[in-house]
Structure formats: structure tokens, C-alpha cells
């Protein structure tokens, strides 16, 4: 028995075979390369097809994660970042590509990097835990009680647009609060908000700058880049307490581009966020890294596509 695992990115999708024990077997990844609409779902089928080819094993579902909204009642997904997907048909596409034996699921990334984690990361054996994902954006995978929060429209876990500050300002239209202060792009941009005009640190945070450039500066001493730093730790510590303290989870799982350099920030984060969170709540949740990196999403597809049938034989748990 093997799974197929989708990851649709912004960039890029990888496909990959999994043994039902979550062993990754085979991989193919491939570049969008500025390819939109139908161009892309034809990729992806592509891949799938590809990873179903080389299975040694019966291949008994596919699994997909999306960088955007999946519409469960209409099959079909919202991914800003590709153009032509606002309702993209993609559970049709793919399930018209395979035996109608074949399950096909799809999920939000999100939700699929804490499936992976929970799956064969560092939330193994949880029943309630949340992967803050915080890289251009921010979003959060959540479980509670065994099951994956979507929401009425699939939309839970956009904890970009929590309301972490006042007054509100302009730019929150667009990304949410805490987004735009404490995202990757974020950093950047509360830095060139703070940054004087001669202010020299990582080429005087221009048009150019990265995230890592922030952490760069930081780690050279560079006062801009560490009230940049500072002011992130206090979102993050927020906005964490607030979820601590609505889903008392085991486990908080930090991942995204950003950490990386800021998961030696975690201390500082947990401090920030004992100060908000339910303190019995507190107590008892686990900061962790995450284990699967870039590949979370990647597993959490393939568990995904296990479907409920295999749930009971590593975890609590309800697709």
C-alpha cells in the first residue's frame, strides 16, 4: 500500500510516494516557471501521475496541499499567488486523472504541515497541537481534539489578520496586523519604517532586503534591527498566548523560512508569551521546532490521503 503526496507552493510542487508507515520513497519536484491557471493544475496532475508510475506498491490515495483556501463542498481552491486559481477546480482535475478507487483529498498547507508534524515530526502523538507557519506570510495549522479547524469556509488558521495593536493602520487592509508587523516581508518593512534615512545597517533595509538580512544585522549588533527583533518577539508572544489560551494545544510547532534564524528566539518567545497566555493553559504547552522543515507540507499531504481508515494506528484522529 502506498499514498501520493502533493505540495503546491508559489513556486514550486513537489509529488512524492510514501509507504503507508511514512516512509518517503520516491520525490520529483518542479519549478511553476510562470506558469497560471489550468498550466499549473496540468503540473500537478503531471507529478501525481509520475509519482503513481514509480509506486511499487497499489497506490490506495493522493493528497494535496494548497497555499490558499480549499472549498470542500465545491471541490475547488483560492490561491492568491497563482493567477486563474480564485475557484480552480482542482478535486475534479485530479480525481478525472485516477481510478475512482483512488481517494483524493485536499487541504490547506496550513493544515498540512501540522498533519506532517503530528504525523512523523514533533507532534507525534498529539491529539491537540498548532504549527505556526511564519515566512512571507503567517498562518497557522491547527488540530484540537483530534481534528483539523477549518472553519464553515476553510479560512481558520489565517492568523495574519489577528488584531494584535492599535490604533489600526493603514497597510493591515492588505496583510492583517500581525502579518504585516511580524512576516518575513513584515520585518522588513516595521524596519524601514524605523530605520532613520542614513541608517547604514544591511544597506539601509532598502528594496532589496530580506528577512535574513534582518537577522543578520541583529546578530552584528545593528540597534534598527534590534528594536525590529524586539517589537517581532512581542507579536509573536501575543499572538501565541492567544492561541495557547483558546485551544489549550500540547504542543506549539514553530516552521516557516523565518524559523530558522529565529528559533533562537524561542526562549524569548515563550517568555513574551507567558506574560499574555491562560496561565494553567501555559504551563502545560510545549514549544518545539519543527522536525519535517520545508517537507512538512509535503507529509501532512500523504497523511492526508491515508484517510481515515489507517488514523487509529498513530493517532486520534478525524479526517
Known amino acids: 500500500m502506498a499514498v501520493i503526496g502533493i505540495d ?25 516557471e510562470g506558469r ?40 475547488s481552491v483560492w490561491a492568491p499567488n497563482i493567477s486563474g486559481w480564485e475557484r480552480y477546480p482542482l478535486r475534479d482535475e485530479l480525481r478525472a486523472s485516477f ?7 485536499i487541504e490547506s498547507d496550513r493544515a498540512c504541515y501540522i498533519l506532517g508534524e503530528i504525523w512523523r515530526g514533533a507532534a507525534q502523538g498529539c491529539t491537540d497541537a498548532i504549527f505556526l507557519a511564519v515566512g ?16 464553515k469556509h476553510g479560512i481558520a488558521g489565517a492568523i495574519g489578520w489577528m488584531a494584535l495593536d492599535r490604533p489600526y493602520r493603514k497597510g493591515y487592509e492588505t496583510f ?34 530580506t528577512a535574513r538580512d534582518i537577522f543578520e544585522a541583529y546578530d552584528a549588533g545593528d540597534d534598527v534591527a534590534h528594536r525590529v527583533i524586539d517589537n517581532a518577539v512581542e507579536f509573536w508572544g501575543m499572538a501565541v498566548a492567544n492561541l495557547v489560551s483558546l485551544f489549550n494545544p500540547e504542543k506549539v510547532i514553530f516552521g516557516g523560512g523565518v524559523f530558522g534564524p529565529a528559533l533562537e528566539l524561542l526562549d524569548r518567545i ?31 499531504a500523504a497523511r492526508l490521503a491515508l484517510g481515515p481508515a489507517e488514523a487509529g494506528k498513530d493517532m486520534q484522529f478525524q479526517l
Open 36 to 75: 497560471t491557471g489550468s498550466d499549473v493544475g496540468a503540473l500537478a496532475v503531471d507529478l501525481a501521475r509520475t509519482a503513481a508510475e514509480q509506486a511499487t506498491e497499489t497506490v490506495t490515495g493522493v493528497g494535496m496541499c494548497v497555499p490558499g483556501i480549499y472549498y470542500p463542498d465545491s471541490g
Open 176 to 209: 492583517g496586523c500581525f502579518e504585516y508587523n511580524a512576516s518575513g516581508d513584515g520585518l522588513v518593512r516595521v524596519a524601514r519604517d524605523m530605520a532613520p534615512p542614513d541608517h547604514s545597517g544591511a544597506a539601509g533595509f532598502g528594496e532589496r532586503s
Open 99 to 105: 481510478d475512482p478507487e483512488i481517494s483524493v483529498r
Open 136 to 151: 512571507t506570510g503567517i498562518g497557522a495549522g491547527i488540530v484540537s481534539g483530534g481534528q483539523i479547524i477549518n472553519g
Open 270 to 300: 515563550r517568555a513574551e508569551t507567558t506574560r499574555w497566555a491562560q496561565p494553567i493553559s501555559m504551563k502545560h504547552v510545549v514549544f518545539e521546532a519543527a522536525v519535517l522543515g520545508s517537507d512538512a507540507g509535503l507529509y501532512g
Open 8 to 32: 503546491l507552493g508559489g513556486t514550486k510542487i513537489a509529488a512524492a510516494v510514501f509507504s503507508a508507515d511514512g516512509t518517503l520513497l520516491t520525490r520529483d519536484v518542479e519549478a511553476i
